[in-house]
């Protein structure tokens, strides 16, 4: 859900909207005047947003949909299933110290 909220009622009542975006998963567009000046959103989603920039990130997502378009994948419990064996084998390998 997107609010549209007046920069003066945002810094008023600054709190609450913080709560709202965070709680409730909401974006709200602070305007002055009617216009847009920015948006708030959830920390987590920001963050993932920040992510997806990072050119390594995107490079890696467009490796995977190459594969993917090759025929070089997978079904999703197949991988789970490899990485639930590879975790046990690995617990107990690791030397104890004395």
Sequence with gaps: MVERLPLTEARNRLGAVVKRVHLDKTYVILEKDGIPLAGVMD????????????????????????????????????????????????????????
């Design 43 to 98: 920390i987590d989603e920001f963050e993932d947003y920040l992510e997806l920039r990072d050119p390594k990130v995107r490079a890696a997502i467009a490796r995977g949909r190459q594969e993917y378009r090759a025929g070089r994948s997978r079904p999703a419990r197949l991988l789970l299933a490899e990485l639930a064996r590879r975790g046990k084998e690995g617990k107990g390998t690791r030397r104890q110290r004395a």
